[in-house]
């Protein structure tokens, strides 16, 4: 295939790439956007097998491990449920990470096989973009590996923290800006794998003390890195396709970590260098005292509900966990019909990762505009009359408005006490992901629903 021509189907890609992410942009568009993306990287692979040009028996193996490895990602995709997407996500995200510091070495050990040129000496500003690639992967791998860990409980979600650790991640980065200096200019094999060692840390120290209720944050800034290390090794391996599709994904990571944190009131610098939000926890804020609650069922629920001229959704991560949002938009269905008003009130990092809860009611048919975000409908919570919170919990917690110790204080966090009546369904009093308690769960107005969040919905339903 000509330069020319390569040239011309990688910038097709390019835009099909641009116009995946304009789609994915709205629950409306994204199957659209998503097809765009589909087509897009079917042309980049095609367009880069094709430009090698001189197929060797080696490419049989590549081929082969392509099948397999795109055969599992399909089979895990096809199974996950939408309560593992966060940890899919992320690791997917530790492999791109990883596949670019296997590119970075072996550009390294063979430079001649990339036109880099010879062991000792290679290209200057080659060996900057494989270094710069080795780097960012090693750090989205270990920081994703983590992350994971977090994610699917097999890793405490509570931040791990000591002192001291911001000043440690900043020399830890300053170390890599100098050992890539020194590995420029001395091409020592030493120094680069110490650079790689070095990466590998710093992820794992970034990761280990953001608390579960940042995790979205963490996921959003993860896909970030995963970006910028897929470009760096595009450059190393000049391919088009590659850097367009890394600059793409690290600057839109990028973009969103932003808003994410403006919204969730954290510090971005606090961010990339980890950490934030991971405050000593105050023993009353986890104080495991036998409070007063009171407790309903869906005949209460129901009554309230019934006499009620408007109601707000607060949907959580136990909705996800209970799939209840077909059950959910059945009762919203039924309240309608019984000319109650009501509407969906989105946190942005309601669930564990940007868009969870969207999707979900989006996959139920639930109208967008019915749904609306933080900013948009919390000065409604005062004026509705029934809060009906089902598996949320961080994201409602008063507590991020009073106490500086805890380790959500500062987060923007849906009113929903305001309410003239709260209806709180949740398994058991236990804490939310963020590891603390919840003041909400003993509020006057609060009516605790104790059930699943799927059959609580369906036995309302019913009553109604």
């Not at 390569?6 to 659209?32: C, K, N, W």
């Not at 129901?302 to 009762?331: D, T």
Request: aromatic letters at 10%.
């Amino acid at each position: 295939m000509s330069a020319n021509l390569s040239a011309i189907l990688y910038l097709v890609s390019g835009v099909l790439f641009i116009l995946a992410l304009r789609g994915l942009s709205s629950p409306e568009t994204s199957r659209q956007g998503n097809l765009f993306g589909i087509i897009g990287m079917v042309i980049a692979v095609t367009v880069t097998f094709l430009s090698v040009g001189n197929f060797s028996s080696g490419f049989i193996y590549v081929l082969i491990f392509l099948a397999i490895g795109g055969s599992i990602g399909a089979f895990i995709a096809y199974r996950i449920p939408m309560t593992a997407m966060p940890e899919l996500v992320a690791g997917f995200h530790s492999l791109v990470g990883l596949a670019a510091v296997f590119v970075a070495i072996s550009a390294f050990i063979n430079p001649a096989a990339f036109n880099l040129g010879i062991p000792g000496n290679i290209k200057l500003a080659s060996l900057i973009e494989m270094a710069i690639g080795a780097a960012v992967g090693a750090i989205t791998f270990s920081g994703s590996v983590i992350a994971f860990l977090k994610l699917q409980g097999i890793m405490s979600g509570a931040p791990i923290t000591f002192k001291g650790q911001h000043l440690c991640n900043a020399l830890l980065l300053i170390l890599i800006v100098i050992l890539t200096i020194y590995l420029c200019s001395t091409q020592s094999s030493n120094l680069f794998w110490i650079l790689i060692g070095v990466s590998f840390l710093i992820g794992f120290l970034i990761i280990i003390p953001i608390g579960g209720a940042d995790m979205p944050v963490v996921i959003s800034m993860l896909n970030s890195y995963s970006g910028w290390a897929a470009a760096g090794i595009g450059f190393t391996l000049e391919n088009t396709a590659l850097i367009i599709t890394g600059a793409l994904v690290g600057s839109s990571g990028a973009i969103l970590s932003y808003i994410m944190c403006k919204g969730m009131n954290r510090s971005f610098f606090n961010v990339i260098l980890g950490g934030f939000g991971a405050t000593e926890q105050t023993t009353a804020g986890q104080s495991k005292e036998k409070r007063p609650v009171k407790s309903g069922n869906a005949d209460d629920a129901a009554f309230l509900m019934k006499n009620a001229s408007s109601v707000i959704i607060v949907p959580g991560y136990g909705m996800a966990v209970a799939q209840a949002q077909h059950a959910l938009r059945e009762m919203v269905d039924t309240l309608k019909k019984n000319d109650i008003k009501v509407s969906y009130a989105i946190h942005p990092v309601a669930g564990r990762m940007p868009g969870h809860m969207n999707v979900l009611l989006a996959e139920a048919n639930v109208p967008y505009d019915e749904v609306f975000e933080l900013e948009e409908i919390n000065n409604d919570f005062a004026n509705a009359d029934v809060a009906f919170v089902i598996g949320a919990n961080d994201v409602t917690n008063p507590v991020a408005k009073t106490d500086p110790q805890s380790p959500i204080y500062g987060m923007p966090v849906l009113d929903v006490e305001k309410c003239k009546s709260v209806l709180f369904v949740k398994r058991s009093l236990s804490p939310g992901y963020a590891g603390i308690d919840n003041d909400l769960f003993y509020k006057e107005n609060t009516l605790m629903l104790f059930a699943d969040a799927k059959k609580m919905t369906e036995d309302i339903t019913k009553n109604l």
